[in-house]
T-cell receptor, first 116, second 111 residues
Framework: EPEVTQTPSHQVTQMGQEVILRCVPI?????FYWYRQILGQKVEFLVS????????KSEIFDDQFSVERPDGSNFTLKIRSTKLEDSAMYFC??????????????FGPGTRLTVL | RKEVEQDPGPFNVPEGATVAFNCTYS??????FFWYRQDCRKEPKLLMS???SGNEDGRFTAQLNRASQYISLLIRDSKLSDSATYLC????????????FGTGTQLKVEL
């Protein structure tokens, strides 16, 4: 069964450093997403991406965040200058496009980001 | 008011019990509804979508009441492997397919 993959599984970084989280969505999917989950809290939407541009972003997704699809398979989330409060699990997701297929988002296993 | 509200639990039930979870949503523009399952420190996994009047999948039944903005999940004959956090999720009309998650209801099935 096709699945979303993410690397690394755990990233530790110093406050102020830049991090790039990587995702490989399911191959025939065209809609991509990033969510985050702070420990003990709910899953929160960050951004959705379709046709090489951001479709929607949340208030969390400020100027410190950016997304990119650098090639035909990868989808990345960059945090330019990490803060302590960026420590969370970051989930990538993808979905097909069109009708109910768009509804079903498949999540990757997540990258645990720890900012020290 | 939170956009998606759930009772956090935990619900501790014996194996074989029937358990029901409830969820309310505040945005009447919500279009699609789902139950996801999340195991500890793992990714959310789609359990079932809930369309129109609801649907059934084996031991799981989901109901939707648009007038009351209320969604439910019923698990029959619960098993130890059902122990997890159940997330109520909604998607509103338009926008970039953003999913809005509830905080989740924790279920513990015991021997």
């Amino acid at each position: 069964e096709p699945e979303v993959t993410q690397t690394p599984s755990h990233q530790v970084t110093q406050m102020g450093q830049e991090v790039i989280l990587r995702c490989v969505p399911i191959s025939n999917h065209l809609y991509f997403y990033w969510y985050r989950q702070i420990l003990g809290q709910k899953v929160e939407f960050l951004v959705s991406f379709y046709n090489n541009e951001i479709s929607e972003k949340s208030e969390i997704f400020d100027d410190q965040f950016s997304v990119e699809r650098p090639d035909g398979s990868n989808f990345t989330l960059k945090i330019r200058s990490t803060k302590l409060e960026d420590s969370a699990m970051y989930f990538c997701a993808s979905s097909e496009v069109g009708g109910r297929a768009t509804d079903t988002q498949y999540f990757g296993p997540g990258t645990r980001l720890t900012v020290l | 008011r939170k956009e998606v509200e759930q009772d956090p639990g935990p619900f501790n039930v014996p194996e074989g019990a029937t358990v029901a979870f409830n969820c309310t949503y505040s945005n009447s523009a919500s279009q699609s509804f789902f139950w996801y399952r999340q195991d500890c420190r793992k990714e959310p996994k789609l359990l079932m979508s809930v369309y129109s009047s609801g649907n059934e999948d084996g031991r799981f039944t989901a109901q939707l009441n648009r007038a009351s903005q209320y969604i439910s999940l019923l698990i029959r004959d619960s098993k130890l492997s059902d122990s997890a956090t159940y997330l109520c999720v909604v998607r509103r009309t338009g926008g970039g397919n953003k999913l809005t998650f509830g905080t989740g209801t924790q279920l513990k099935v015991e021997l």
